[in-house]
């Protein structure tokens, strides 16, 4: 099975060089994402914030909150020193992974390059 590459990576590669009609635009969520919801408990809540705070700079959005409900629940769960059924903690794991949040899944994680600072001088340093 392939993996489909963001088009920001197959550009960098030059991959539409030769064939510009592939060229495509993958959709770009927006929005933070934001706060718990109200209706968590004060656990869920916790697991939320901790979750966000834990989360590569700039990679969740609004479009994600979903996801992060259903790891925040789970977490909570686990925490609380309830059994998670195999299924639950295969789903938490795989939230959690969705998020980026081990190792192999960060390397996977496509996000875009920060802004270059314009007023930045490269020979700044060698000016007196």
């Known amino acids: 099975m392939s993996r489909r590459l963001p088009a920001s990576v ?4 030059g991959a539409f060089e030769k064939d510009p ?3 495509r635009v993958d959709p770009v969520a927006v929005g933070d994402l934001g706060d718990a919801p109200a209706y968590f408990s004060e656990a869920e809540q916790a697991v939320w914030a901790e979750i966000k705070a834990t989360l590569p700079p700039g990679l969740a959005k609004s479009a994600d909150r979903l996801l992060v409900e259903i790891a925040s629940r789970l977490m909570a769960k686990f925490r609380a020193g309830e059994s998670l059924k195999s299924f639950e903690l295969s789903q938490l794991v795989g939230t959690l992974g969705s998020l980026g949040m ?3 899944d960060r390397a996977r994680c496509a996000m875009a390059p ?3 600072d314009k007023t930045a001088n490269e020979f700044a340093e060698f000016s007196s």
């Open 21 to 23: 009609q592939r060229r």
């Open 10 to 13: 197959l550009e960098a590669r």
């Open 102 to 104: 081990s190792p192999a």
């Open 114 to 116: 920060p802004p270059e």
